[in-house]
């Protein structure tokens, strides 16, 4: 039973998304499916923030290493838990100036907006800009010229890398005879961007487009339960 | 007594001058047409016309230097009415002229999504320049009466695509079921799964698995967790630990049931830590932050990266390079597969990610799909290359009305477009910047 029911739930909510693909009468039945999906979320997230609190003041009374980060966790879950349901600092909407609550809770100037604006989003763009850093240390690695197919891939990467700025102009500008003006690394960017790494992207996106399929087949059948937790 | 006649022509004149001056409006646009949308519900009417000759847009205007500035036009005023009145549950107002958009210069066309399925509407335009004056009306020719369509014709080609597909998995599936043995390719990279669990096993550290950052809803979870299953069960079976991170609740619980029936099936259930299955946050860079620090503190002998990921790919690949962890990773996501090609030791590219829970579950069912899967991908490399000969043979003849035109494009603007089964015809489509 606790097997057969979400069973049934995933193959009658896929057939019913297959469906309301290709019939316009069931176009409801598909946006009705994801409404449901949308709950079970906002009521899972109580599922996600319990485990949080949960994980984190074991670590704390457990005095385990680094318990002291689980203390800032803890905090600022309920920090900001306190923040965004009180609706800290937002005024009600004009429309309903009578309900204290009625304004949006992101509203500019209200507590939630400036934790998020002046905590979250700058901690989110410092993780993001660390990939610069990454992105070079990748590189390094993969561009190593250790077999044919990785000059191969150093010399392109080369090329884009410079077709891309105006080194790729510069470089060539003057001598470079008419009729070989292809050869400038900023006309070769274009052709190896339009031409082979395309078609490369298209063939990858054919494969996934099939996966996908057959994985949503295998799944509406029946025959792979294992995200159920069933071999 | 003449000398007073004159002026007063003269203020006559220059009053109907002042009036003229003032009454101009904008040119109204033309060739309204309205229509029932193709293959909808019948809750959308398609509303076109042409541009005013005062539009700063239209074509006629390319000198805009040349336009009065006042008569420019602004927006265009559309407005419908019900002229059905047997349409019962019809308002009075809506058996009225009721301006239902306002659209912008340069716009030649409106869908409009509040009509009511079996009403008759009408509809008319008009454009309204800069100072607010309105043009005169042009009014539809015809009316309109949305209607709902059984089928969605514009998918036709789609909808044979996946008969055919899911033909052909159906087909094998049914072989594998009477007993022929179907040959699978071996992938390296789920191979080498068995291998990373032993090694941590090995070196007394665990495991970390992470099933991408989309939610239950997504096949690339999904897919990440049927290899969760594996993974937990080799786990189970060597006697490591695993930690599965998850930036979803919802992917949190069905983690937890996956890895508790491997720990099952593996005959360890004791062994089985629901904690280690967590939730850290939906935040994506938070999440990769969590889960680094996890690496950085712990150091996982092996990392497993299945599921859909985006720009934190490369910051949870590196980092586990960094400290030196056997790393396999699957992903359907194009972008982010060159920097797991970069970071780790083995990646099952697109289909092989998806190919993954087949492979690695032996059961001829789901082997038979995957024989399925790979007849689809022959059917596909078919329609390019006949794609690509009768695109060739078109450029080359230089016909753009001949048979090769026409079959480059039916197979491209109806097989893989959205122009249904339509009519065979040659064509003259320009393929010079198309990405379709």
Not at chain 2, 175 to 200: C, M
């Amino acid at each position: 039973m606790k097997r057969t029911v979400p069973l049934i739930i995933a193959i009658v909510a896929g057939f019913v998304l297959l469906i309301a693909n290709f019939i316009p009468f069931a176009e409801s039945w598909g946006l009705t499916a994801q409404e449901w999906f949308n709950i079970l979320a906002v009521g899972a997230m109580v599922l996600g923030g319990g485990n949080l609190v949960k994980l984190h003041l074991m670590k704390v009374s457990s005095k385990r290493k680094g318990w002291g980060y689980s203390v800032v966790t803890i905090a600022c879950f309920f920090g900001t838990l306190f923040f965004g349901l009180l609706k800290i600092g937002v005024h009600p909407n004009p429309l309903t100036p009578d309900y204290a609550w009625s304004g949006y809770y992101l509203e500019n100037g209200s507590t939630l907006w400036w934790i998020y604006e002046h905590m979250v989003v700058p901690l989110t763009s410092m993780m993001f800009a660390m990939l610069a850093f990454y992105v070079a240390t990748a590189a390094f690695r993969a561009f190593r010229a250790k077999n044919t197919e990785a000059t191969l891939l150093l010399v392109t990467a080369g090329v884009v890398l410079l077709g891309r700025t105006y080194a790729g102009v510069w470089l060539f500008e003057g001598w470079l005879p008419e009729s070989m003006q292809w050869l400038r690394f900023d006309n070769l960017t274009v052709w190896i961007m339009d031409i082979p790494n395309t078609a490369g992207t298209r063939a990858i996106t054919i494969g996934i487009a099939l996966g996908v399929v057959a994985t949503s087949l295998r799944i509406l059948l029946g025959v792979d339960r294992s995200y159920l937790g069933q071999d | 007594m003449r000398k007073q006649i004159h002026h007063i022509l003269a203020f006559v004149m220059a009053l109907s001058m002042a009036a003229f001056a003032t009454a101009q409006s904008p040119a109204p646009p033309s060739a309204l047409s309205v229509s029932d949308t193709p293959n909808d519900s019948g809750k959308s009417v398609d509303v076109t016309w042409s541009l005013s000759e005062t539009d700063i847009f239209n074509p006629l205007n390319a000198d805009a230097t040349q336009m009065n500035p006042e008569l420019i036009v602004s927006v265009y005023r559309i407005e419908r009415m019900v002229t059905d009145s047997s349409s019962a549950e019809a308002k009075q107002e809506d058996l009225q002229w009721r301006q239902i958009a306002e659209p912008s210069a340069g716009e030649t066309s409106f869908v409009d999504r509040t009509v009511q399925l079996g009403w008759t509407y009408n509809y008319r335009v008009c454009a309204v320049d800069n100072q607010g004056e309105a043009s005169s009306w042009i009014v539809s020719e015809s009316l309109v009466k949305p209607t709902m369509q059984i089928f969605d014709m514009s998918k036709a080609w789609l909808a044979i695509f996946m008969i055919l597909f899911g033909g052909f998995v159906a087909y094998f599936i049914n072989e594998a079921r009477s007993g022929k043995k179907l040959w699978v390719r071996k992938i390296a990279g789920l191979e080498a799964i068995d291998e990373a669990v032993g090694r941590a096993t090995e070196m007394g550290r665990p495991v970390l698995f992470v099933a991408g950052i989309q939610d239950i809803n997504e096949i690339q979870t999904l897919a990440g967790l049927t290899v969760l299953s594996r993974v937990a069960k080799t786990a189970a079976e060597y006697g490591a630990q695993i930690e599965v991170p998850t930036c979803r609740s919802l992917v949190m619980a069905a983690a937890r049931e996956t890895v508790e029936a491997a720990y099952l099936a593996a005959g360890a259930p004791d062994s089985y830590q629901p904690d280690k299955i967590h939730y850290l946050t939906d935040e994506q860079f938070a999440f990769v932050a969590g889960v680094t620090g996890y690496m950085v503190r712990e150091e996982p002998a092996a990392c497993i990266y299945m599921g859909g990921f985006y720009a934190e790919s490369l910051i949870l690949a590196e980092t586990g390079n960094h400290i030196g962890a056997i790393q396999v990773a699957g992903t359907a996501m194009p972008s982010q597969l060159p920097f797991f090609v970069a970071s780790c030791d083995y990646t099952l590219i697109g289909e092989e990610f998806f190919a993954a829970s087949a492979y690695l579950s032996d059961d001829p069912l789901q082997i038979g799909s995957l024989k399925g899967q790979d007849y689809g991908k022959f059917l596909s490399v078919l329609i390019l290359i006949i794609g690509i000969f009768f695109a060739t043979t078109a450029s080359l003849s230089g016909d753009g009305d001949g048979f090769g035109a026409g079959a480059r494009d039916y197979i491209k603007n109806n097989m893989l477009g959205s122009e249904g089964l339509g009519s065979f015809g040659g064509g003259n489509t320009d393929l010079e910047g198309d990405d379709s």
